[in-house]
């Protein structure tokens, strides 16, 4: 996909790897929106790309339905929506269980990429077509016992990305999932030791924008793309499961 002239609406964009993909498209001389709750950070990397900043609560979805009209009406279209914001959750699945860190996680990490994805839909199809990418995680992919809630919901947004793909190409909009590991952002702060002892290498943001651009690149829709230290992302196979034995 060529971004020149394009035009990008990516929630989190304000750090991290939204904030990183945002200067990078803007390199690419896309016109980028960037929602986000962080408004202070938001108004600045806006302003250094040239582009624009909408506070936009994703876990509501009038203001992600907002975003993408203010898009619209700023750029004139929407062709690429990148619906990145995320929270990890640290909600215990034990005696010490949170309805309230629960519905927080889960409003934000699976309710805002499906809000976004309903929103930003008519408009890319209004715009003769495009892509999504949401950004699940490696624990969308696998077990993650330190945040079984985090997993949970990031599994969530594998299951919807990889389930609406065929319906959606035929409507010229292409779904992918973008599943980095552990990345350098303020979501693992303080714990990056903690992982390093683990033995999880921690990526450079850079290195998921790259994974990013391989999404771009691609021809294929509905694929999981891994991004993991070392490696070339590529798209997760998954095993068919087995069907039913009618003998
Ligand atoms: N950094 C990692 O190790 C890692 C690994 C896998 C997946 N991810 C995912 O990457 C995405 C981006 O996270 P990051 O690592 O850049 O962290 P980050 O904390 O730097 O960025 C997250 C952004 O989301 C915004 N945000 C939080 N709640 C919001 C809400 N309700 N509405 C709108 N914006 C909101 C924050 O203000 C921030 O700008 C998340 O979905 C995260 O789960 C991160």
């Known amino acids: 996909m060529d971004m020149d002239g394009k035009v990008a609406l990516i929630t989190g964009g304000s750090n991290g790897i939204?904030?990183?993909?945002?200067?990078?498209?803007?390199?690419?001389?896309?016109?980028?929106?960037?929602?986000?709750?962080?408004?202070g950070r938001g108004a600045e990397v806006a302003g250094d790309i040239g582009g624009r900043f909408i506070h936009t609560?994703?876990?509501?979805?009038?203001?992600?339905?907002?975003?993408?009209?203010?898009?619209?009406?700023e750029f004139g279209a929407l062709h690429l929506a990148h619906l990145n914001a995320g929270v990890t959750s640290w909600c215990s699945m034990g005696d010490d269980f949170d309805p309230e860190?629960?519905?927080?996680?889960?409003?934000?990490?699976?309710?805002?990429?499906?809000?976004?994805?309903a929103a930003a839909r008519p408009a890319i199809i209004a715009a003769g077509g495009g892509t999504i990418v949401a950004?699940?995680?490696?624990?969308?992919?696998?077990?993650?016992?330190?945040d079984p809630i985090y997993a949970a919901n990031k599994h969530g947004v594998v299951g919807l990305v990889?389930?609406?793909?065929?319906?959606?190409?035929?409507?010229?909009?292409?779904v992918h999932a973008l599943c980095p590991s552990f990345a350098h952002t303020n979501i693992i702060k303080g714990s990056e030791q903690?992982?390093?002892d683990?033995?999880?290498?921690?990526l450079d943001v850079s290195d998921v924008v790259h994974g990013f651009q391989h999404i771009l690149d691609s021809e294929e829709t509905g694929q999981c793309w891994y991004v993991v230290a070392g490696r070339e992302s590529e798209p997760f196979r998954f095993r068919r499961a087995p069907g039913p034995r009618l003998d």
Do not use: C, W
Not at 18 to 39: F, M, P, T, W
Not at 162 to 174: D, F, L, N, P
């Open 18 to 39: 939204g904030e990183a993909v945002a200067r990078h498209l803007a390199g690419q001389g896309a016109k980028v929106v960037l929602a986000d709750i962080d408004d």
């Open 57 to 73: 609560d994703v876990s509501r979805p009038d203001h992600t339905t907002a975003a993408v009209a203010f898009a619209v009406a």
């Open 101 to 117: 860190a629960y519905r927080r996680a889960m409003g934000i990490n699976l309710d805002g990429v499906v809000y976004g994805i």
């Open 135 to 146: 950004t699940a995680s490696m624990a969308g992919l696998v077990v993650a016992p330190f």
């Open 162 to 174: 990889r389930s609406i793909a065929e319906s959606y190409a035929a409507e010229g909009v292409k």
């Open 194 to 196: 903690t992982l390093l």
């Open 198 to 202: 683990m033995g999880f290498p921690i």
